[in-house]
């Protein structure tokens, strides 16, 4: 039985940039280039995204990485992308932000339930 999420990968065509996004966005984010020059690692909120150099597909089908924030971190996240130029797409209420990185990945950022 699997203990935890080691990683997830992540087909970028620049996997720099593509890690300065989330360096950008998040404060919390680790950036480290990986082994060889063909992917760099960013850890956010413990899970560790592998970011892989080659051709991402073009299509999107609902496939989406969620991360769970709270209120503030949802309030600076939102204006950061805002400020980057990145559309967001808000949900439930205002309580969920869905946005893609440069290659068309989704990401979700969702408000944590108080309690």
């Known amino acids: 039985m699997p203990t935890s ?8 065509r620049d996997p720099a ?3 300065s ?5 998040f404060d919390d984010a ?12 960013v ?3 413990g899970v560790c995204l592998v970011l892989v150099r080659g051709t991402p597909q073009a299509a999107r089908n609902g ?7 709270d209120q503030a971190e949802f309030a600076r996240c939102a204006e950061r ?3 980057a130029g990145i559309e967001c797409l808000m949900a439930r209420g205002d309580s969920a932000l869905y946005f893609d990185d440069y290659d068309n990945h989704v990401f979700e950022l969702d408000v944590m339930a108080a309690g």
């Open 30 to 41: 680790r950036v480290q280039p990986g082994a060889g020059d063909h992917d760099t690692l």
């Open 5 to 12: 999420l080691d990683h997830v990968a992540l087909v970028v």
């Open 63 to 69: 496939d989406h990485i969620a991360f769970a924030v």
């Open 21 to 25: 996004l989330f360096a950008q966005l």
């Open 43 to 45: 850890w956010l909120g």
């Open 81 to 83: 992308l805002r400020a």
């Open 17 to 19: 940039r593509s890690a």
